[in-house]
Every structure is written in C-alpha cells, then in structure tokens.
C-alpha cells in the first residue's frame, strides 16, 4: 500500500524559506507512471496546488507561487521536497504531498498533511 | 487564467436525497475535470476524474457529468456518510486550480 509522509518544522518565521520532505514507501518514487505534487490549504479555506514533479526532475509549478518554490526529488531516498522562500503569514496551511497519476496534477494517494504556521 | 467555480457553496439535505453539486470553468477544459471529497479533518480523497471515470473504490451513487465548462457531480441517494467537503479541480494545464468547495450537510 503506498504511503505518503510529509516532515519538516511546524514553524517558519517570516521572511524565512519553508522546507518540507515528503518520503514515499510502498512504490518507488522512480515510476514513470507517476508525477508528486504538493498542495496546500490554508485552516479553513480550500485547495491550493503549488507544484509537481516528475522522477527525472522535471518540474511544474503554479505561476502565483513559481518566483518562490522549489521543487526536486532524491530518487536515492524515496523522497521529494519542498521549498517556500519569502514566506508571510498567508503561507500558513496544511501541506499535502501527494501521487498524481495520468499527468501532472491528477491527484490519488495523499499524505496525512502538516500545518505550518508563519509567525515570528 | 481559467477558474473553477462551484454552486452552491453549502447545502443541506436529508438522507435519501438526490444531491447534485455544479462546477463551471471560465474557459473549456474538455473533460480534464476532477471531484475530491474532503470529510471533515481529513485527507482529500479522488471520487471522479475524466470528469465522469469513477475512481476504484468508490461508491456508485457517485456520478459525474459535462463536458467543455460546464460539469455535475450527483450523488444518487445521500448516506450520512457523505458529509463533507467537494472540491472540483481542473489538470489539463498550469495552474491545476480548484474550486472554492461545496460544504454539504445533512438536514
């Protein structure tokens, strides 16, 4: 059963880079049946896709967010990760990582998510 | 950029009830179009995708319908299960946006 993990700090102060891995298990990252994206949500509000990428390197990313993400994945790890730079208080959300299948943003295995908060 | 818009943004209804949820694109998307089901304090799940390709798993009173901009999710007999939030998403082209949600009760 695949599974996904996001990690990293629950809190990022402002101005400072957001970083988050998220570490798949049960399927190899390597598929080249499969992109990874990332999405957020801020508490209350709805859904926010901010990038994906594929096994290759290969990114795609939301033009309102492109200037500040990175997206890149460790094929060795089983992992992929996340990177906000310049963050704000809007930035405070859930962050899911999750497997997109036919394409790039199709998305159908999700991690459980973690809630960072932008507060100094 | 093309948007995703969903009506209503909440409803409620009773067991049994035939409950259809609408989402508009600003520009035709052909049949790119996803449904999520997000219960409360938990993970996004993938219902529909193709804009009418039930995802494995899923229940059939689940339907989806549309084409172009216009699209339907239906959910034939409404279970109290079903409480939650629906998030229609287009993944066609950048960006992969989605709907504001439809927050669904029961009555």
């Known amino acids: 059963q695949l599974q996904l993990q996001e990690s990293g700090p629950g809190l990022v102060k402002p101005s400072e880079t957001l970083s988050l891995t998220c570490t798949v298990s049960?399927?190899?990252?390597?598929?080249?049946?499969?992109?990874w994206g990332w999405i957020r949500q801020p508490p209350g509000k709805g859904l926010e896709w901010i990038g994906s990428?594929?096994?290759?390197?290969?990114?795609y990313y939301n033009p309102s967010l492109k200037s500040r993400v990175t997206i890149s994945v460790d094929t060795s790890k089983n992992q992929f990760s996340l990177k906000l730079s310049s963050v704000t208080a809007a930035d405070t959300a859930v962050y899911y990582c999750?497997?997109?299948?036919?394409?790039?943003?199709?998305?159908?295995?999700w991690g459980q998510g973690t809630l960072v908060t932008v507060s100094s | 950029d093309i948007q995703m818009t969903q009506s209503p943004s909440s409803l409620s209804a009773s067991v049994g009830d035939r409950v259809t949820i609408t989402c508009r694109a600003s520009?035709?998307?052909?049949?790119?179009l996803a449904w999520y089901q997000q219960k409360p304090g938990k993970v996004p799940k993938l219902l529909i995708y193709?804009?009418?390709t039930l995802q494995s798993g899923v229940p059939s009173r689940f339907s989806g319908s549309g084409s172009g901009t216009d699209f339907t999710l239906t959910i034939s007999s409404l279970q109290p299960e079903d409480v939650a939030t629906y998030y229609c998403q287009k993944y066609n082209s950048a960006p992969h946006t989605f709907g504001q949600g439809t927050k669904l009760e029961i009555k």
């Open positions: 999750a497997r997109a299948v036919r394409g790039v943003a199709l998305f159908d295995y």
């Open positions: 990428i594929y096994y290759s390197g290969s990114t």
């Open positions: 049960g399927g190899s990252i390597s598929s080249s049946s499969y992109y």
């Open positions: 193709a804009a009418s």
């Open positions: 520009q035709g998307i052909s049949n790119y």
